[in-house]
């Protein structure tokens, strides 16, 4: 089993930065791809930011010039780097480890509280 612990939420007034860390444990497989998500009160949960194993991004249009999503396999970890953060970021954002090929295997954090407000 794996397990995952985000870090790194807080309250920021706008136009500030925050940084999320992803610490993952367990038996972590050699190719595996890490994501953010952001749920709102009310909304769906949305993707915010893919990284592959090789290392290819994508990102949500709401966040592109604003974040950065990046990892460390040595120490089994992503981040996101939230830049010029906006009220409408406000959200609990969750990591995700996926892995596996025809059978993919999802694995999900608890979450960590970003709210952006003056």
């Known amino acids: 089993q794996v397990q995952l612990v985000e870090s790194g939420g807080d309250l920021v007034q706008p136009g500030g930065s925050l940084r999320l860390s992803c610490a993952a444990s367990g038996s972590i497989a050699s190719l595996y791809a890490m994501a953010w998500y952001r749920q709102a009160p009310g909304a769906q949960r949305e993707l915010v930011a893919r990284i592959t194993s090789g290392g290819s991004t994508d990102y949500a249009d709401s966040v592109k010039g604003r974040f950065t999503i990046s990892r460390d396999n040595a120490k089994s970890a992503a981040y996101l780097q939230m830049n010029s953060l906006k009220p409408e970021d406000t959200a609990i954002y969750y990591c995700?480890?996926?892995?596996?090929?025809?059978?993919?295997?999802?694995?999900w954090g608890q979450g960590t509280q970003v709210t952006v407000s003056s």
């Open positions: 995700k480890l996926t892995t596996g090929y025809l059978t993919q295997y999802h694995y």
